[in-house]
């Protein structure tokens, strides 16, 4: 029996235990409390605001009381601003309620403040009363042919309130990016030659700081998880990706346990120097509140979508059981051997550039424990198994992102 293997009593224990504290490291992590200081961008006091267009040529008596009668099958709570858009974009997501037809140039007149004060999409609530979907429509057409993002909210009061839901929650994920920093501890290793960032264009989009970080600062601690908890202090982050195997030529040893122990505490800790996988979990973490599983096809068949993924690492919160044991390639170390709840699960990942992304649904078919993998093994099947073709024809790098649910919706609208 290897060293590694005389802890595995405690596994069990120990699980439950991460899960407790993983729930609290959630927590801090969305109050923004955990190292660094609260951002003006994210002290939002209030979650939706409604501001109103609304054409003098309609009876303003019957305006109101459909303005009314609509608004009451909201299920959010908000704060209706009426046609006063002095702080428009100051709650975390701002809809623009079109009451009536006729409103196209009253919106044309504000579209410069309006573009002062936010940059997120603008959204168009409509009940259809009095030709109001047409005039959205007429906006969003507008937007649309100067390059500006929008979406119309018109529909049943399920889907009005479903879209709303969405919205809030993808916004409040962009709040919690925007001024967010990530460590590049080291650089990326030798062979990832496709995973690097383009910095500009991840702050410009997400408003992410990537921040270059010496692989000498981990050093400065033999103990490997003290260590990156300085490094996080030091430099405010909240998350990294680290040039993990260096580690086993200097101190004898891996980050696998580190990482998994700080990815259950809130932090995104990814592995290799990976950055485009380090800015997939930080998405993931934002918008859902979940740690992610980066890991790397081993297998994959295409005749039946059926994939096999590996790594010598998982985040402890996102396990029902874990094993300890080597390191795979190196044989020494700690590895984890960790067993997932099977069901439903996400694959994701996004480009360095952010200009292209992954998506697939599946399901969690059984964990799997064979001695030549690295040590946490996850056979998945992709609900269309067609999609086993990017990975076969154009992925974006090796490394994805395994996350439990089914979330193509809220993804694919973080990245519009």
């Known amino acids: 029996m290897n060293n590694a293997n005389v802890f595995v009593k405690m596994s069990a224990i120990y699980t439950k235990s991460i899960r407790i504290f993983g729930l609290l490291g959630h927590f801090l992590y969305f109050c923004r409390l955990k190292y660094y200081p609260l951002t003006t961008t ?56 079109v009451r009536t037809g006729g409103t196209e140039g009253i919106f044309l007149k504000l579209l410069p403040e309006l573009q002062t004060k936010s940059n997120r999409p603008f959204y168009l609530l409509t009940s259809g009363k009095s030709n109001s979907l047409a005039a959205s429509m007429e906006i969003l057409s507008f937007l649309r042919q100067h390059q500006l993002q929008g979406e119309i909210i018109h529909g049943s009061t399920s889907y009005i309130n479903q879209r709303i839901a969405l919205l809030l929650q993808v916004e409040k994920a962009h709040l919690t990016l925007n ?46 998880y003290k260590s990156l ?74 005749d039946t979508g059926e994939m096999l993924f590996a790594h010598c690492t998982i985040p402890l919160d996102m396990v029902e059981r874990y094993e300890l044991d080597t390191h795979f390639e190196s044989g020494i170390g700690v590895g984890i051997r ?66 439990p649910g089914h979330h193509k919706e809220q993804l694919e609208k973080i990245l519009m």
């Open 179 to 224: 001024g967010s920093r990530l460590g590049i501890i080291g650089q990326p290793s030798d062979w990832l030659i496709s995973s690097y960032a383009d910095k500009e264009q991840v702050k410009s989009r997400f408003g992410i700081e990537l921040i270059d970080i010496p692989m000498d600062t981990m050093y400065r601690n033999p103990d490997i």
């Open 338 to 403: 960790g067993y997932m709840k099977e069901g439903p699960v996400t694959v994701f990942k996004v480009s360095g550039d952010l200009s292209r992304h992954f998506i697939a649904e599946g399901a969690l078919i059984r964990n799997q424990s064979k001695p030549d993998l690295c040590r946490t093994q996850q056979v998945i099947q992709l609900a269309d198994k067609s999609q086993v073709q990017y990975f076969l024809t154009n992925p974006i790098g090796n490394h994805h992102i395994i996350m």
């Open 42 to 97: 994210n002290m939002m006091n209030k979650n939706i605001a409604i501001f109103t267009l609304t054409s003098e040529l309609h009876n303003p008596e019957a305006t109101n009381a459909v303005t009314r009668e609509f608004l009451s099958t909201l299920d959010a709570d908000f704060e209706l601003k009426g046609n006063d858009y002095s702080d428009y974009g100051s709650a975390c997501l701002n809809l623009i309620y």
């Open 229 to 302: 908890k300085s490094i996080i202090a030091e430099y405010q982050l909240q998350g990294f990706t680290l040039r993990c195997f260096d580690l086993l030529t200097t101190l004898k040893n891996t980050g696998c346990l580190a990482l998994a122990k700080l990815n259950a505490e809130g932090y995104v800790a990814g592995c290799e120097g990976d950055v485009p996988a380090m800015l997939s979990m930080m998405i993931v973490r934002s918008l859902l509140g979940v740690s992610g599983f980066q890991a790397n096809p081993s297998t994959i068949n295409p």
